[in-house]
């Protein structure tokens, strides 16, 4: 393409709603050819809405009580549990003795939830993305299950990026994997690096696009870099340690960039690790995430037929 390919590349929005949105209206607003989402999708928790009389709720959300009545009150509360990344379920207050004596019954709720929630956003993106000419790629992430992949792969205008390649404007083609180095919390997608690496590579070699071509979205960043810089946790106990900070990327994925130099590198799974790095002549980016704060980080990369990328930008909106 004469006037090259921007992609908009953003990454770990856990559930929030209003990123979510936002992401899928980026592709309009950055005037970008290709929207990739990075992974880890999924929200973490329920909120229960605690029912108390009529038109009368109780929610609990980080660690603060809010009554909500009436039905508008209620839409609104449910929105903005949501757009924090929770997944808001009414119920009575046995329904909640239920839930918490019964941990089973409440992980299936959760993934009821979730993949409603997921099904509701293939729509939403379904109707604003038609007919946009826009190209849009989503990677599920370590923290995702692997049931929503075939939820994803029921779009009418996304393409599921796990472990596929996928041509791209432009004579590009994207490499996807949401796999990474273990974490403390034993998620859906890990394993011990020596495999990483080997998941990788075999994805890789199915790519024809020569490597001035070829972008890589990886989830885990690289080890010892900017991007991977996070704040230093006890894994027995799951706790902070202090105001120390580690290097907690994945060696494999390094190896991989060294070795193969793709034009470009995309990456989140650390969101204290936003930035742009250059491994060799390849352009390693982690946008970050804010999601939180109901805050879409993300990066406008343009991709000019040259050997290395030189134009980019990271944003926040």
């Known amino acids: 393409?004469?006037?090259g390919t921007r992609v908009f590349f953003a990454?770990?929005?856990?559930?929030?709603?209003?990123?979510?949105?936002?992401?899928v209206n980026s592709g309009k607003h950055y005037e970008a050819d290709v929207l990739i989402l990075g992974g880890d999708m999924t929200g973490k928790a329920i909120v229960p809405f605690a029912v108390e009389g009529p038109d009368s709720w109780v929610y609990h959300m980080q660690d603060v009580?809010?009554?909500?009545r009436g039905q508008d009150e209620l839409t609104k509360a449910k929105r903005l549990v949501r757009d924090h990344g929770y997944y808001p379920v009414v119920m009575s207050h046995e329904e909640m003795q239920h839930y918490t004596a019964e941990p089973n019954d409440l992980d299936a709720l959760f993934v009821?939830?979730?993949?409603k929630t997921i099904g509701d956003w293939v729509q939403f993106a379904d109707e604003r993305l038609v007919g946009s000419g826009i190209q849009c790629i989503i990677c599920p992430g370590n923290d995702d299950t692997h049931d929503i992949d075939e939820i994803l792969a029921t779009s009418t205008t996304m393409l599921v990026g796990e472990a596929n390649v996928i041509d791209l404007p432009g004579d590009y083609q994207l490499v996807s994997s949401g796999w990474t180095n273990p974490t403390p919390w034993d998620t859906p997608r890990e394993e011990e690096e020596d495999k990483?690496?080997?998941?990788?590579?075999?994805?890789?070699?199915?790519?024809?696009?020569?490597?001035?071509?070829?972008?890589?979205?990886l989830h885990a960043p690289p080890y010892d870099t900017q991007l991977d810089v996070a704040p230093k946790i006890v894994w027995e106990s799951l706790e902070i340690q202090g105001q120390d900070t580690a290097h907690v990327g994945s060696t494999a994925v390094r190896e991989v960039i060294e070795e193969v130099q793709p034009l470009l590198s995309l990456h989140g799974h650390i969101h204290e690790g936003r930035g742009a790095v250059r491994l060799g002549r390849t352009l390693v980016v982690n946008p970050g995430s804010s999601y939180v704060e109901g805050t879409l980080d993300g990066c406008v990369i343009e991709l000019d037929g040259k050997d290395k990328v030189k134009k980019y930008r990271l944003t926040s909106g």
């Open 112 to 115: 009821q939830e979730m993949r």
């Open 11 to 23: 990454t770990d929005v856990h559930g929030s709603e209003v990123c979510w949105r936002k992401f």
């Open 196 to 217: 990483l690496k080997e998941r990788l590579m075999a994805v890789i070699g199915i790519a024809t696009a020569r490597l001035e071509k070829l972008v890589l979205g």
């Open 65 to 68: 009580r809010h009554e909500v």
């Open 1 to 3: 393409m004469s006037k």
